[in-house]
């Protein structure tokens, strides 16, 4: 079955540091754009951050452009966010998407949480 499993949520202080990971198994990873989506409650979800795999391109939302990094490991079928200069804002339910047309899968979020 498909899984998509995330860790390294929790909760930080504004300016700190977090790294996200996404683990994945049940289908072809490197097939697959790999993006990590937010929520915060009351809101829509919105696009953090995506990797895709064939032609090696990254794309960030603006308002965490400079601060986080997408990054994947294909041998480990893991997908990985690192969150620098954490802001209050930031704090949501993060959650990995796994996309390729027709298949589209996600993971059950891990909450992150940034305050003093």
């Known amino acids: 079955q498909v899984q998509l499993v995330e860790s390294g949520g929790g909760l930080v202080q504004p300016g700190g540091s977090l790294r996200l990971s996404c683990t994945a198994s049940g289908f072809t990873f490197s097939n697959y754009r790999m993006s990590w989506f937010r929520q915060a409650p009351g809101k829509e979800r919105e696009l953090v951050a995506f990797?895709?795999?064939?032609?090696?391109?990254?794309r960030y939302a603006d308002s965490v452009k400079g601060r986080f990094t997408i990054s994947r490991d294909n041998a480990k079928n893991t997908l990985y966010l690192q969150m620098n200069s954490l802001k209050p804002e930031d704090t949501a339910v993060y959650y990995c998407n796994a996309f390729m047309g027709g298949s589209d899968y996600w993971g059950q979020g891990t909450q992150v949480t940034v305050s003093s």
């Open positions: 990797v895709f795999n064939p032609v090696d391109f990254t």
